[in-house]
């Protein structure tokens, strides 16, 4: 289904704004029968979504570095790597 | 060309340095690293400059009278001689006296430094930018061992893991520390997405905490194109860094708290949002089921077959209540007649006179006679009795 698509890797923030807008219009008493259930099979999968989202949330960490033209890369960093006294890259 | 033994080098530096006047007694300033304080008591240190460095050496016997100690990081001026240390090959210091760099100094030109900057109007609250409510990535300029990533990581990951944490490792104390912090920063403003920046130590000396009290540093967190939150030092500690960034937060927890909203609120907001979901989903259709049902029922009344039935009852109703009407009346005016036929009976004169009674009459007029007052002796009187009439005349009155 094409809005299963659209949902699959939306971000938390964009997930929770759309979510918040079609409740609010669904919640406008004069919105047509049509209208109302095509809002709540979106905002369906976009709850589902949020909450798979909140559940599995964990912080991704990275280290950004320079390379030769001062352009910013990232690299994963894990943190007990601290402890190998790894030197400050800046 | 002379060929010496190990030893005999050595002990021809040793007098060559002993005689020296000027490393004989000499002060060195530099900065301090790698101190070890073995069991001994004895403190060993190297001072750095640059690429450069010393060894030094003090005993414990001067090092417990020192008012200063020797602190990775700190600026120092030692007083030694410079010596060989036979059994390692090496030169180094012997110290016997221990000065700090004037911490005087370094709060004349913090205060100079504040002066300035905030003349130039760095310091301004307008200056000050809001922290986004939901940054995508977080900068975060620290060193990358210690404490201070630990608590951040700690903080963001319990409190909103949806973000993305980003180490600009730095320096944070030393020479080295305000280049290393500035281009720290400038990287992280050539980053994609990052939302806000904390740039953090934990707590220190005034000459740890000094690369925030640099002019590079303070330009370099004015210049950042996202807001930036300070959290150096202890609590009470302030740096011009501090007066520059965006927000001041007193610790690096404190610092991850503010630039993180809430997941419980985020629960709360979805968990929210998807119960009036399905509840604006439910209203609405529960309202439309109604609708459809009264217009059934409208519907179904109309119908020609309900519209007679409908006559039909009424009619049959009128019917009952005509026929009701009628008995009920009909049972009423036989009761009456009844009841006024008794009481025509009561009052019939015949009846009484069947009882006994007499009706006594004027022979001449007719008029009734209901007292003898009303006679004369001999007026001729007619008694009317139930079987006929017997005239009379009134009799003698009682003597």
């Not at chain 2, 979805?270 to 049902?293: C, K, P």
């Not at chain 2, 001449?364 to 009379?392: K, N």
Request: with cysteine; proline share 5%.
């Amino acid at each position: 289904m094409a809005e299963e698509a659209a949902v699959g890797d939306v971000p938390f923030e964009s997930a929770l704004a759309r979510l918040d807008q079609i409740v609010r219009e669904m919640e406008d008493s004069a919105l047509p029968l049509q209208r109302l259930l095509v809002l709540f099979e979106e905002g369906t999968l976009l709850g589902k979504r949020c909450q798979e989202l909140l559940d599995l949330a964990e912080l991704r960490i990275q280290q950004v570095v320079q390379d030769a033209d001062g352009t910013p890369q990232l690299r994963r960093f894990e943190v007990g790597a601290t402890l190998n006294g790894t030197d400050p890259a800046f | 060309m002379r060929i010496l033994g190990v030893a005999d080098v050595t002990r021809y530096l040793k007098e060559m340095l002993l005689l020296d006047p000027v490393v004989g007694d000499i002060w060195v300033r530099g900065e301090v690293s790698n101190v070890s304080r073995p069991a001994s008591g004895h403190v060993y240190w190297t001072l750095k400059d640059g690429t450069t460095q010393l060894k030094c050496i003090m005993f414990r016997r001067e090092a417990l009278f020192q008012a200063v100690q020797p602190e990775a990081g700190m600026e120092l001026l030692a007083h030694g001689r410079i010596d060989v240390y036979e059994s390692a090959g090496a030169y180094q210091l012997y110290v016997d006296l221990l000065e700090r760099q004037g911490i005087g100094v370094l709060y004349a030109r913090f205060e100079a430094l504040k002066r300035q900057l905030e003349a130039e109007g760095l310091f301004a609250a307008e200056r000050k930018r809001p922290l986004p409510e939901r940054p995508r990535r977080i900068g975060l300029v620290t060193s990358p061992s210690g404490a201070v990533l630990h608590d951040v990581v700690s903080v963001l990951g319990r409190r909103w893991p949806h973000t993305e944490l980003i180490l600009a490792p730095a320096t944070v104390q030393g020479q080295e520390a305000a280049a290393s912090i500035c281009r720290a920063l400038e990287c992280l403003g050539r980053l994609d997405g990052v939302g806000v920046v904390i740039v953090a130590r934990g707590g220190g000396s005034l000459e740890d905490l000094w690369a925030f009290n640099e002019e590079a540093v303070a330009r370099s967190i004015a210049a950042s194109p996202v807001p930036v939150i300070s959290a150096v030092g202890h609590e009470t500690d302030f740096t011009i860094a501090d007066f520059v960034a965006d927000l001041r937060a007193p610790t690096p927890s404190a610092a991850a708290e503010l630039v993180a909203p809430s997941i419980e609120d985020d629960q709360l907001a979805v968990t929210d949002l998807r119960t009036r979901l399905v509840e604006a989903a439910e209203a609405r259709l529960a309202d439309e089921r109604q609708r459809l049902d009264a217009l059934r029922r409208q519907l179904a009344s109309r119908a020609p077959l309900a519209q007679i039935r409908r006559a039909r009852q009424q009619l049959d109703e009128i019917d009952s209540a005509l026929r009701f009407r009628v008995t009920t009346r009909l049972a009423a005016d036989r009761r009456r007649l009844e009841s006024l036929r008794r009481q025509q009976a009561l009052l019939d004169p015949l009846g009484t006179l069947q009882r006994g009674y007499a009706i006594v009459r004027r022979a001449d007029d007719g008029t009734l006679v209901t007292s003898p007052q009303q006679t004369v002796t001999d007026d001729v009187l007619e008694i009317q009795l139930a079987g006929g009439r017997l005239p009379v005349r009134a009799g003698l009155p009682a003597q």
